[in-house]
């Protein structure tokens, strides 16, 4: 599935299009800084109906959500340098124990998700707004 966006309420619809088709509780975002990865989860995790407040988890590197259906974690592995830094923080407990795992800047930790079943969101900007890709 393929989106093009012009401005921040479109987010909306895209999720809408986007929820009935996650079947495996993994979701991988990639985008360069800014593209949006963050904004479109918490446009997601509203949709799913979380009350928490959605923030980056640049800092924290993984975030807890509650929703309906059961816990979301949310991950930025923006700054680990090793996959080591994963497993340290206990990435596979997470993953193993949630209704879904949302993972910006999975790129270090793609070759342990061999043998998960997962999706892929890639947003990229471009000169009128961004263009998103799910598979």
């Not at 895209?14 to 990639?30: A, D, G, N, Q, R």
């Not at 975030?63 to 309906?68: G, H, I, L, V």
């Not at 979301?72 to 990435?91: M, N, P, Q, T, W």
């Amino acid at each position: 599935m393929n989106f093009s966006i012009n401005n921040l309420t479109e987010w909306d619809n895209v999720v809408k299009k986007i929820i009935p088709e996650i079947k495996y509780p993994i979701l991988l975002l990639k985008g360069n800084l800014g593209a949006g990865k963050t904004t479109f989860s918490q446009f997601l995790m509203k949709e799913l109906g979380s009350k928490d407040e959605i923030s980056s988890p640049t800092y924290s590197i993984v975030n807890e959500y509650d929703t309906p259906k059961g816990k979301v974690f949310h991950f930025d592995l923006y700054r680990l340098k090793s996959v080591e830094e994963a497993y340290d923080f206990g990435i596979e407990e997470y993953l193993d124990n949630c209704y879904l795992s949302i993972i910006e800047w999975p790129e270090i930790y793609m070759d342990e998700l061999e043998g998960y079943d997962y999706h892929k969101i890639s947003i990229n900007n471009t000169e009128s707004g961004r263009e998103i890709e799910f598979n």
